[in-house]
């Protein structure tokens, strides 16, 4: 079946730092790939996506390419605040099945 | 537009107890999603609707868990008995269709 696995947490880095978060995933087809954060105290928001093979998703400085040969979708950062700080999931869904299937999360903290 | 409203936030309750949680999508969307989320681990899809239909339920403990979705709006998810291992974060989501889904923010539930 599908599974994400995501770097293991947590993660802390020093406020202006480089940010990447691995991702892999397994899928028997052409999977979507997503990166959904979630705010202390609130509930999972979509970050960015991307449908198809090379396809960059973007959103509030964060980026991540969808890798088809190296099964990949890593989230990157190239200068992180404060505000970042959250918890961070990679999934997919198939086509023609929208259900998500995510990794564990990892949790991100950023110190001034 | 009003977002994927849950209630309760919180519950606490022990274990054999009856609990059930209710879910309003964001009007419009005919998708459906309950996903349990325990304590350092990624949500899982525990079932999902089509307007009132069901289309996966296939992780659905249907020997305690029960979930509905009276005229293809508001959805209950109900746990009758608890057990100790049901204690986790219950989200819904809602999708206008494709593979974007919508948050709320959530009931955690602790079963003692």
């Known amino acids: 079946g599908d599974s994400v696995t995501q770097m293991e947490g947590p993660v802390t880095l020093s406020e202006e730092a480089f940010l990447t978060i691995n991702c892999t995933y397994t899928?028997?087809?052409?999977?979507?790939l997503f990166w959904y954060v979630q705010y202390p105290g609130e509930g999972l928001q979509l970050l960015l996506k991307a449908t198809k093979a090379d396809d960059k998703g973007s959103n509030k400085g964060f980026e991540a390419t969808y890798r088809k040969e190296t099964t990949s979708f890593h989230l990157e950062k190239g200068s992180v605040q404060v505000s970042d700080s959250a918890v961070y999931f990679c999934a997919l869904s198939e086509f023609g099945n929208e259900k998500l299937t995510f990794g564990t999360g990892t949790r991100l903290t950023i110190i001034p | 537009e009003a977002g994927v409203a849950q209630s309760p936030r919180y519950k606490i309750i022990e274990k054999r107890q009856s609990v059930a949680f209710w879910c309003n999508p964001i009007?419009?969307?005919?998708?459906l999603y309950w996903y349990q989320q325990i304590l350092g681990q990624g949500p899982k899809l525990l079932i999902q609707?089509?307007?009132?239909?069901?289309?996966?339920d296939s992780q659905l403990p249907k020997d305690r868990f029960s979930a509905e979705r009276l005229k293809g709006v508001d959805s209950t998810l109900k746990i009758q008995p608890a057990k100790l291992e049901d204690s986790a974060v219950y989200l819904c989501a809602s999708s206008p269709g494709g593979d974007t889904q919508y948050f709320g923010p959530g009931t955690r539930l602790t079963v003692l």
């Open positions: 899928a028997t087809g052409y999977p979507s």
């Open positions: 009007s419009g969307h005919a998708t």
């Open positions: 609707f089509q307007n009132n239909g069901v289309v996966d």
